[in-house]
Nanobody
Framework: QVQLVESGGGLVQPGGSLRLSCAASGFTLDYYAIGWFRQAPGKEREGVSCLSSRDVITYYADSVKGRFTISRDNAKNTVYLQMNSLKPEDTAVYYC??????????????????WGQGTQVTVSS
């Protein structure tokens, strides 16, 4: 059974850091492009960052470039999103998904992809 499980969200003050994890089971994550998306209340879901298959391409949205880092641990079949210098506007539910369309220009949802349940990130003082 294919499953993605996110963890690591929480409440953090502006300027703080969090590391999100997305643990995959039922398939080998390295073979697929995987992405992190977020959705804030009243806003559309947006692609934050992604890795293409075998990590050939890495993408970051302009809003997180220089602050967030995506990485993959194949031994643990897990993808991470390290988030530093967090801002209140980063507050959202964060989801990992695979497969995704990961190009140098964006991180896009594809039909029939697998999604995690989401993890809440709240940046507030």
């Amino acid at each position: 059974q294919v499953q993605l499980v996110e963890s690591g969200g929480g409440l953090v003050q502006p300027g703080g850091s969090l590391r999100l994890s997305c643990a995959a089971s039922g398939f080998t994550l390295d073979y697929y492009a995987i992405g992190w998306f977020r959705q804030a209340p009243g806003k559309e879901r947006e692609g934050v960052s992604c890795l293409s298959s075998r990590d050939v391409i890495t993408y970051y949205a302009d809003s997180v470039k220089g602050r967030f880092t995506i990485s993959r641990d194949n031994a643990k079949n897990t993808v991470y999103l390290q988030m530093n210098s967090l801002k209140p506007e980063d507050t959202a539910v964060y989801y990992c998904a695979t497969p995704v369309d990961c190009s140098g220009y964006g991180c896009y949802e594809v039909g029939l992809g697998y999604w995690g349940q989401g993890t809440q990130v709240t940046v507030s003082s």
